[in-house]
């Protein structure tokens, strides 16, 4: 069986500049915006963490099912698509959930 060209040039690649190289980011880099999906009734990934001044952005891909995002201050609008994104300006655990699906609860850890 033969090495796909592209998996032959990341070993390549690697043994020249050691296993490091291999972690490649897949999208992005480290600063990026992370991204929770709403899918299945559940936030994807429960828990993000970021550094102070940084950003969440959640991404709505349950079909036709509503949900929204709602903090104990702030909300997002109940809709079925789209994306709703916010700023974390002070340190702390924030925990948030869909007021329509009892279960559906994840938190932002801002440090």
Known sequence: MS????TSALVAVAALCGAAALAIPAAGNAASTPTV???NIAFSPKTVKIKKGG???WVWKDGSIPHNV???KMHSKTQTSGSYTVKFKTKGSFSYRCTIHPGMVAKVVVS
């Not at 090495?3 to 592209?6: M, T, V, Y």
């Open 55 to 57: 950003s969440v952005k």
């Open 70 to 72: 709602t903090f104990k």
């Open 37 to 39: 999906t709403l899918k």
């Open 3 to 6: 090495i796909p060209r592209r």
